[in-house]
């Protein structure tokens, strides 16, 4: 079975609701009545949870909070806070939850990977599965309610900015995966972050590190009108909660597929294993298996290895876009980008410059455009020029890709020796691609002839491999030049009728 890997086609994380008018009408009118009503009574469910919940563990020492808790405290308190759970997804409108197929027992399946993930309301899967462990950020330990219920489901908590937490999280995973029956079953949600549904992203590996047997979940909303989703663009969260509550009812359906047993290969190498995985549960729901994924604030697909930013949402489309929305004009960006790519050349001065450096270079004048480009790039108050103006020139339209390769080689190249190494390699790609790139060994193997990545070597790989010249033709393609009023306005552009991406031009 092959993948589809990422075509923006198919982007995943927009979903925008389009009710009719009839409709529309209907979900104010009900909604008026239903929404306070039923909002007000699941947040009094959740606050009983909220001072139930810590009972729990209270009293405990933080070595037996380590262990799994027995005893009493289990079975007392754990069908109080299921059938509150429940509780509270039935005051949202969730009636009933169908579930096909059967539940594997934690023996069988120490873990049930449950997609595609739609939005909060996923949690309700918690109820007919018994309430597993799940992983979640540290951040989310702080949060009033969820907070509690994490800790009385002594889930694994990881921090997205600290490595080392994340090793613990690896490590703890490990154990309780391979507990044998010790610890309670986990549930997680591999894709990682939600979407619109109509492919399966990406599966993260982390149900898969420890290579035991995985019970795929499938989590069906069939229903006429797909309120609950929640993606990253499109409807917010609160529409989608008014949208899913201002309905009668809300039919779930939790489908249990059969134990997936890894075989030998999977188990040595978790990547494959979520691969197929992710294969076998798109087939299941009829959709695409793609490669995009979530890395730090944007979308990104996996092609050969390099993270491609999903079109019209990366930093140099979002920048040109601010350029055009300034007031600037195509000469103007034209010169703007020349001078960026002069002074990048000129060795005596440094490629870092501060956001109002770039500013006064790109002819910005308020700040905080300044600022906002500068960020879209760095998390700091610097940016590496190099990265703006190759990304930005890549995709304006105003120069040769072999141009601006040749450009970009010399700039990183910096010794002059005529060749790449890995570092710069990723550098240079991650320039041109306005994105940081962190896995170029691929690319680095195809290009490097007797050890050496030239420039030649780069360019014919670049434009003659199957792979890599999709990244050139796809992925920096001057679009936004004749689109530089449309992608000022992203969301009429990423849709056409049928929902789908496309790129303007070659259409
Ligand atoms: C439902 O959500 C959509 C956005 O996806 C919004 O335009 C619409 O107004 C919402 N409906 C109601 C009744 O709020
Ligand atoms: C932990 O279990 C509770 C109890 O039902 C559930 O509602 C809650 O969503 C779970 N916590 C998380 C973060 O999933
Ligand atoms: C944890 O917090 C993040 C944002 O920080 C949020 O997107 C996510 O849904 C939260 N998860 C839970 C289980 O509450
Ligand atoms: C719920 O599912 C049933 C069929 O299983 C369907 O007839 C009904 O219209 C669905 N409800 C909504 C609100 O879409
Ligand atoms: C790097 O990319 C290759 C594909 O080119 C992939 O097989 C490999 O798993 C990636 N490595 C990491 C650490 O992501
Ligand atoms: C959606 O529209 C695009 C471009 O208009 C077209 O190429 C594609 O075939 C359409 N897809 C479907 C499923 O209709």
Not at 300 to 310: I, Y
Request: contains cysteine; neutral net charge.
């Amino acid at each position: 079975m092959e993948k589809d890997d990422c075509h923006p086609a198919t982007h995943p994380f927009i979903h925008e609701l389009k009710l009719t008018r009839a409709q529309r009408i209907r979900s104010l009118v009900l909604g008026v009545v239903l929404v306070p009503l039923r909002v007000l009574l699941a947040a009094v469910f959740f606050l009983l949870m909220w001072l139930i919940a810590p009972l729990r563990t209270a009293g405990l020492s933080a070595e037996e909070r380590a262990r799994p808790i027995k005893g009493w405290r289990r079975w007392f308190f754990h069908p109080i806070i299921c059938q509150l759970s429940r509780a509270v997804f039935f005051s949202l409108g969730f009636l009933w939850v169908r579930v096909k197929g059967r539940r594997a027992g934690l023996k069988e399946a120490p873990v049930l990977v449950v997609a595609p993930h739609s939005s909060f309301l996923d949690m309700l899967i918690l109820c007919p599965t018994q309430l597993p462990t799940v992983v979640s950020r540290s951040e989310n330990a702080s949060l009033p309610v969820i907070g509690a219920l994490l800790d009385f489901n002594q889930s694994v908590l990881v921090s997205r900015k600290d490595p080392e937490s994340r090793k613990k999280a690896v490590s703890q995973l490990n154990e309780r995966l391979t507990s044998n029956g010790y610890w309670p079953q986990m549930l997680m949600f591999p894709e990682g972050t939600t979407t619109n549904g109509k492919v399966l992203i990406k599966f993260k590996p982390g149900a898969f590190l420890a290579g035991v047997p995985v019970q795929p979940v499938l989590l069906h909303y069939p229903n006429k009108l797909d309120t609950v989703r929640w993606t990253y663009r499109g409807t917010t969260w609160t529409e989608a909660l008014w949208n899913t509550t201002s309905q009668l009812y809300t039919n779930m359906t939790v489908e249990f597929l059969p134990v997936y047993n890894p075989s030998p290969e999977e188990k040595e190498d978790p990547s494959l294993y979520a691969d197929n995985v992710q294969k076998l549960m798109a087939a299941a729901l009829g959709i695409p298996a793609t490669d995009f994924v979530m890395e730090g604030r944007f979308p990104v697909c996996k092609l050969g290895g390099l993270s491609l930013p999903v079109e019209l949402e990366s930093p140099p489309r979002e920048t040109l876009s601010l350029l055009y929305k300034h007031g600037l004009k195509e000469p103007e960006v034209e010169a703007a980008l020349k001078e960026m790519i002069d002074r990048c050349q000129s060795r005596s001065q440094e490629s870092t410059v501060s956001a109002e450096e770039l500013g006064s270079i790109l002819g910005v004048t308020d700040g905080e455009t300044a600022a906002t480009i500068c960020s879209l790039f760095s998390k700091d108050e610097s940016v590496d020029l190099r990265q703006v103006c190759l990304s930005v020139a890549a995709i304006s339209g105003f120069f040769s890709f072999k141009s601006l390769l040749h450009t970009g080689f010399n700039l990183f190249d910096s010794e002059g020796k005529g060749s790449l190494n890995a570092q710069t390699l990723s550098g240079l790609m991650g320039a041109l691609l306005g994105f940081p790139q962190h896995n170029i060994s691929q690319l680095y193997t195809e290009a490097a002839s007797e050890g050496q990545v030239t420039e030649e070597n780069l360019l014919r790989v670049l434009t003659t491999h199957q792979t890599y010249q999709r990244v050139v033709n796809e992925y920096l393609r001057p679009e936004a030049l004749l689109d530089g009023k449309t992608i000022n306005n992203n969301a009429n552009a990423v849709h056409n009728g049928n929902g789908s991406l496309h790129y303007k031009k070659s259409e």
